[in-house]
């Protein structure tokens, strides 16, 4: 059993939404606070959206704008709420 | 429900016991449920204290753990030798031993959380940790390295309850009765509160969960149900605005001897119904002509149980 390295407190996670026809999709979350034109994803040769962030240890909301609707990643480990009481999805950062 | 691929560039494998210095102050208390039966083997009690050990050492992330053992498994399981030992060098070893006489699960439950409850604080989170599951297989390791996020997604994200969410095939009982009995249930009796919890969890009977102090202290104080404890509080949460997490901790199926025959599912979803029809007439039972409603309702659900019991039936017997 390995504690988290303090040394290293950021982790490199991918993101991944599949969401073809969209135009434009971005992730928001408690790390950017919810601001759209922070973390714009690109679209890769398959069409899904993938965007690699880097985290601090713990448990971060987040959620992606597709055209602009918030969406729930149906990949996310959990679901809770935003302040704003949005469901959004949760991710564990180790 | 099958579970996604994980997103994250590295799968957490390991237990971070150690949490950041930054998160909110606040002790997270574990509560082990000892199974009622117990095991032939000790595969899956000696993974899981092997997490209980870990945390006993961690005081200043941990309250001294918990387990509670009802007497009569104690007194069944007595004469075995290595259960004696388990019992004197493993289980008080790593925590405090509630003995209790209980008439079920939830009462263990009850026994359990109000003792650690009656020792924590107002920022502190409980942590029910159920002893009867397959920990010692490595899908149960998996969940036993992740169980741990429950009650730190209640510290770190300001939260009141969060759920573990459990996959199962769809053919396994827990499911079964989850999907035709609970929820249909839960839809005839509070349509609206139903509808919110089915947008976190598809078990609303999952024993996998952790609470905040807050919460925990309005649930101690209100009548104590002697059945499906975690539908009780889901619906709480919901009636009172809680802020309800979920959180998903794997794949996993009960030991051998937990699993569901026709008979105890049929009495599962007998109890779900009874407790509905108690918490619907604590609700709504000061209300002008209330019983009107309540005579509707009480023939839907009738017509709802009967309808579960016949698919149960059939996909069961």
């Known amino acids: 059993m390995s504690s988290f390295d303090y040394r290293k407190p950021l982790r490199a996670i991918n993101f991944i939404c599949n969401a073809p026809q969209a135009k434009a999709v971005s992730l928001v979350g408690d790390f950017n606070h919810w601001n759209p034109a922070s973390h714009p994803m690109k679209q890769m040769p398959d069409h899904s959206w993938l965007l690699t962030v880097e985290l601090k240890h713990g448990h971060h909301r987040y959620a992606f704008l597709v055209d602009g609707v918030l969406t729930l990643d149906p990949r996310a480990q959990g679901i809770t709420r935003s302040d704003k009481g949005e469901r959004v999805s949760l991710v564990p950062v180790s | 429900m099958n579970k996604p691929e994980v997103t994250q560039s590295k799968t957490r494998t390991k237990r971070d016991k150690t949490l950041p210095t930054s998160r909110k102050t606040g002790k997270i208390h574990p509560i082990i449920i000892y199974p009622f039966v117990q095991p032939d083997d000790f595969d899956d009690l000696n993974a899981l204290y092997g997490l209980v050990e870990h945390l006993d050492a961690d005081r200043q992330t941990y309250a001294r753990p918990v387990t509670v053992m009802d007497r009569k498994t104690y007194y069944e399981a007595s004469r075995s030798r290595a259960f004696r030992e388990f019992r004197a060098k493993t289980v008080e070893r790593f925590s405090d031993v509630v003995d209790c006489w209980c008439v079920d699960t939830c009462q263990m439950w009850y026994s359990g959380l109000g003792p650690a409850f009656e020792r924590g604080a107002s920022n502190d989170v409980y942590w029910l940790i159920p002893g009867d599951f397959n920990y010692g297989v490595p899908v149960g390791q998996e969940v036993l390295n992740r169980l741990h996020d429950l009650p730190e997604i209640i510290l770190e994200l300001g939260q009141d309850v969060c759920i573990g969410e459990i996959a199962t095939d769809h053919t396994n009982s827990k499911q079964l009765i989850d999907t035709y009995g609970t929820f249909a249930l839960l839809y005839n009796w509070f349509p609206v509160e139903a509808q919110e919890i089915r947008e976190y969890t598809e078990r609303p009977r999952s024993e996998f969960f952790a609470v905040h102090h807050t919460f925990l202290r309005e649930l101690l104080a209100r009548k ?94």
């Open chain 2, 224 to 317: 104590w149900y002697p059945c499906e404890q975690t539908v009780v509080m889901l619906l709480r949460a919901v009636f009172s605005r809680k802020r309800i997490s979920q959180f998903f901790v794997g794949h996993i199926s009960d030991v051998p001897g937990g699993r569901e025959s026709l008979s105890s599912a049929m009495q599962q979803v007998e109890r779900t119904e009874t407790v509905l029809k108690a918490m619907w007439r604590e609700r709504n039972g000061t209300k002008k002509n209330w019983t009107d409603q309540y005579r509707v309702l009480e023939n839907q659900s009738e017509r709802v149980r009967r309808s579960a019991l016949t698919i149960l039936a059939n996909l069961l017997g």
